[in-house]
């Protein structure tokens, strides 16, 4: 794949049961998506700040096959597998130690003018897109269910200072936080997740409330994030 990074574990990123699932791969995930485009300079760290134009994640889809503890080191891959114009497609993959898989992820992403709030073009930042890995099967993205009717309200939060990224909006991997809350220790001992998708539909601004609400079909849950005016901010599914 067109880049790798060797992550050390830490206990940080572990859930309540002491290891490693969704809420840490989800991190390395964001962390060597960074890592590779900070190497050609057009990381959202410098990115913002040369041209006003930041990464925004609009959907990702994650199948979860083992969790991680503190052995070993884990290896994250990642390439881009497709362009649209617009959006950009890359793969991961998340391997433990001793070369087992651990978990696979599709992550979709625009470019938006922070300033101005609109979409760019990928031409706009001078990468050339060109470079592509073959994407990895059984990845394609689940329609999610994006209407509150028949959910069960779960609980508000209200989106805070530490929330945001530098884009001035909630940062993405708050809102698997925002999702997994729905559910207390005694749901999670019961079930492990086993794959994951979000779509990331409007930006959460700080001060903002949102509700999220929950339906359960059978061995899977979907989930709907709405502020205080009903508008749809992000929806999820979680099959356990």
Known sequence: MQFEKKIVP??????????IGLKGYMCYCQDVATWHMHGYDLGNDYLIDKLGIAWMYTKCRMKIFKKAD???????????????????????????GSGELLALSRLESCLFNVNERRLCKLTDI?????EFDTPFEGLDYVRLR???????????????????????????????????????????????????DINYISQGIYGTVLSVYADHDGDTVHMVAVDETGKVTAAARMKF
């Open 126 to 130: 001078g990468f050339d897109f060109t």
């Open 146 to 196: 994006k209407d509150v009717s028949g959910m069960s309200k779960m609980y508000e939060y209200k989106i805070m200072y530490s929330d945001l990224d530098k884009s001035r909006h909630m940062n993405n991997l708050h809102y698997t936080d925002l999702f997994m809350n729905a559910f207390g220790p005694d749901f999670y001992e019961e079930k492990e997740i086993r794959e994951y």
């Open 10 to 19: 830490q206990y940080r990123e572990s859930g309540a049961d002491g290891l």
């Open 70 to 96: 503190f052995s070993s080191e884990i290896l994250v891959e990642t390439g881009m597998t497709s362009e649209k114009k617009v959006r950009v497609e890359r793969d991961f993959r998340i391997t433990g």
